[in-house]
């Protein structure tokens, strides 16, 4: 909205007041946007930085004060989140001018901290101009771009409080931060050739490499070398994506044996050769957050084979900093650039750590002197239909607040889950949700949970006197919580978790229909949960109906070889015609009844409901996927192997007791009967997913009329699948549901820690 906005006007009336403005309005250039705004309406005053956000201190003629006020909301800066301005008449003080104060950094902080964000149009245009004074520089920035909350120690967001507080300005980068009227006042990162970060090229035993390092790495991944890149949170392994000998030797010395490598590209015109994408692919493609985006790949790509090894698709991002954009360039094609770390491990961000951990997959490291604070991996998301799932919400969205449509009245904490682990900070309305941790499966990934919860604590001033966590006595994040001292413990169910995180993002109380399918999840009865249907709110849930429970033969064995679920349901749909079914199969047939009879035996072989473990069997039965080498493979490949033609599915049986059991072995026995009768697999695989979807909709069916309620919650990464969701939310919308899902937080672990605080929240007596 520009100044033609009609006001009462009082054009001789001069009045004064105090601004405050909250939200993400720092390290975006907000204040020379306020100081501008100021001078074109003729008024006098002051604008700074503070612990809450900005405050604004204004005086002039009335008409003038309401078009800026609506103009600071209607004009701001792209990259501003305004969350709330507020204003008070204040006593006239007669200023002659308007300017930008230093900040004040005394009090309690609310500031919210900026995500890193992508390089912007004027930046790159500075860094492929020959006669710019930035030309080919790795680091350039301004207010519209570039690193922020990997490189920020504490607020408010100044240079002093950054990783870029040891290099000095030079005068010409001064006269730029100090100019209101330049894109690069009080960028904090600002820095040019003569002043700032310098490239460094080094070989695997730390000797640096003659010439221009860019250059040089662009000839070396041309030989076949693997070049570990220092990027926003952390180091990058890079090779050539055609070059099938570099790529392959990248997964064994990352032991990666499987999972796909995302991979840049240029621009949206090549990404468009390698997948199919659409509008809304494409927009996340060109964000400004600049995620790994899943796409369907196309036919006939000259990709290395092992890029994504049985995939149809392909995770594929854009350039987000200069060095990136550059190295594009020199090189014109795809390239591979995952995670600089081991299967397992975290993401390398320290040059030291970075040398030593990956020493021996790195043939070349090239490396800066700019130090990144906090460990940030890339973000994860897929589009279904026209709205982004998140797989991994990290860099270019953390850590940007969830703001609720209630209130947290005290400090919560929670601590999230064993897999995919985040947590989450809240207080007030603003609940802030952790970059992706990693699996706490080892020391070095627990030691970045408890730093970045450390981090989070300073720089967002949070001091929990709630923490929550999950059931799971064995978790590390448990563990965590249960050793803090001096605040209220909540324990939270995994599954009331992940039906309050879409509650919460979704803004809505409940009660409602929640269908929480997953992997695991440790139940009240002591039994391993997955396939769970819940009458849920924030407060509390009833465990309305789930999937019948089987065996899992080997406990934690059973989720890396897929074959022992497939053993464990043939037998529960088979019994004695078991040596049938078998026979069907065809494979593995000694070692699968030595499994049957250590399920039957029940030693190591606790009880599930899982969905996820489900899926898990039907691959292999399928003899899609025996063993796997990375958490959710074996259904990844399933999905990809159905026909999405494919309309019948696979029938169950609902047993409508006061808690409904889901008899989903039927599944099993129909598909032995296709199998026996030569049926596609790909035929089969869709029948399977049409039939999950099939038990959704029929159980919330049952569950409506016994409750009247009418609202589906759909989370779990089960939901992740995209055929699967599809199909499930076309049903129960035909069935006259209205059906939430997640598009701000994963629907996987990495969303539990949102639910469990606004559960403990809301048992506590402090959400309102």
């Not at 080997?554 to 349901?569: F, L």
């Not at 990464?717 to 006259?736: K, M």
Request: charged share 25%; glycine share 8%; with cysteine.
């Amino acid at each position: 909205m520009m100044l033609g906005t009609v006001f009462e006007a009082r054009p001789h009336v001069v009045e004064a007041m105090r601004i405050r403005v909250e939200g993400i309005v720092q390290g975006i250039g907000f204040r020379p946007f306020v100081w501008a705004l100021a001078k074109r309406l003729g008024l006098k005053g002051s604008v700074a930085n503070d612990t809450s956000g900005v405050l604004i201190e204004i005086e002039g003629n009335c008409t003038s004060l309401e078009a800026f006020k609506v103009a600071l909301r209607h004009e701001a800066p792209r990259l501003a989140a305004i969350e709330r301005i507020t204003a008070e008449a204040i006593p006239l003080s007669g200023r002659q001018q308007f300017e930008i104060l230093g900040s004040e950094i005394t009090g309690q902080h609310e500031t919210l901290v900026c995500p890193d964000i992508a390089t912007c149009d004027e930046c790159l245009r500075e860094v492929f101009d020959p006669n710019d004074r930035r030309y080919r520089f790795a680091f350039t920035n301004c207010t519209n771009c570039g690193p922020r909350f990997t490189i920020v120690c504490g607020v408010p967001y100044d240079r002093a409080l950054t990783t870029m507080d040891s290099f000095r300005m030079c005068s010409a980068c001064e006269r730029e931060y100090h100019d209101p009227a330049d894109r690069r006042f009080h960028a904090q990162p600002v820095c040019c050739p003569a002043c700032g970060p310098r490239l460094l090229l080094v070989d695997r035993n730390g000797r640096e490499e003659c010439g221009d390092p860019l250059n040089r790495t662009a000839s070396l991944l041309r030989q076949g070398n693997i070049v570990a890149i220092k990027g926003l949170g952390g180091y990058h392994l890079a090779a050539l994506a055609r070059d099938e000998s570099a790529v392959a030797t990248l997964r064994a010395r990352k032991h990666r044996e499987d999972k796909p490598f995302a991979m840049m590209v240029p621009d949206l015109d090549t990404a468009r050769l390698l997948a199919n994408i659409d509008a809304d692919e494409a927009e996340l493609l060109l964000s400004c957050r600049r995620p790994i985006v899943l796409l369907k790949r196309r036919t006939g790509t000259t990709l290395a084979p092992s890029i994504c090894r049985r995939s149809q698709s392909i995770g594929l991002m854009l350039p987000y900093t200069p060095l990136h954009h550059m190295l594009c360039r020199e090189l014109d094609e795809p390239f591979v650039l995952t995670s600089g770390n081991l299967s397992d491990e975290p993401i390398a961000f320290i040059d030291a750590e970075a040398r030593q951990r990956l020493s021996a997959v790195a043939d070349f490291h090239l490396t800066h002197d700019r130090a990144i604070h906090i460990r940030t991996d890339d973000s994860v998301v897929r589009s279904i239909r026209g709205r982004s799932l998140p797989i991994r919400r990290s860099r270019g969205y953390a850590p940007g607040p969830l703001t609720l449509p209630w209130k947290i009245r005290r400090p919560t904490l929670g601590c999230g889950a064993e897999l995919k682990n985040t947590f989450c900070l809240a207080k007030g309305r603003h609940a802030f949700l952790s970059h992706h941790i990693g699996d706490l499966e080892n020391f070095e990934t627990f030691e970045a949970f408890i730093g970045g919860i450390d981090h989070f604590k300073s720089i967002f001033d949070i001091e929990p006197a709630l923490v929550a966590y999950d059931l799971h006595p064995n978790y590390l994040s448990t563990r965590y919580a249960r050793e803090v001292t001096a605040v209220a413990l909540e324990g939270v169910q995994h599954h009331h978790a992940h039906i309050a995180s879409c509650l919460a993002e979704n803004a809505e109380f409940g009660p409602v229909i929640g269908v929480a399918f997953d992997g695991l999840g440790y139940g009240t009865d002591g039994t391993i949960w997955g396939g769970e249907f819940l009458i849920a709110d924030f407060e509390k849930f009833q465990r309305a109906a789930h999937f019948e429970q089987l065996p899992m033969p080997g406990g934690t064995a059973a989720i890396r070889q897929p074959w022992r679920m497939a053993a464990a349901y043939l037998d529960a749909a088979f019994g004695d015609d078991l040596p049938k079914a078998l026979a069907v199969i065809g494979r593995n047939r000694t070692n699968w009844k030595n499994i049957v009879n250590l399920s039957r035996s029940r030693i190591n072989s606790p009880l599930t409901s899982s969905a996820g473990r489900l899926f898990d069997a039907v691959a292999s039965i399928l003899g899609i996927r025996d063993i796997v080498n990375y958490e959710g493979q074996a259904a990844i490949e399933l999905e990809q192997m159905a026909s999405p033609l494919e309309e019948s599915h696979y029938p169950t049986r609902i047993d409508l007791a006061d808690v409904i059991t889901i008899r989903s072995t039927d599944i099993i026995r129909a598909m032995v009967e296709d199998l026996k009768y030569g049926a596609a697999i790909e035929v089969m695989a869709a029948r399977f997913h049409n039939g999950v979807a099939q038990i959704v909709i029929d159980t919330c069916r049952v569950l409506r009329d016994r409750t009247g309620i009418s609202v589906v919650a759909l989370s779990g990464g089960v939901f992740q699948n995209a055929l699967l969701l599809h199909r499930t939310l076309d049903g129960l919308e035909r069935s006259s549901f209205r059906v939430l899902t997640h598009s701000r937080v994963p629907s996987n672990d990495g969303g539990i820690s949102l639910g469990q605080v606004v559960v403990a929240a809301a048992r506590q007596k402090i959400l309102e």
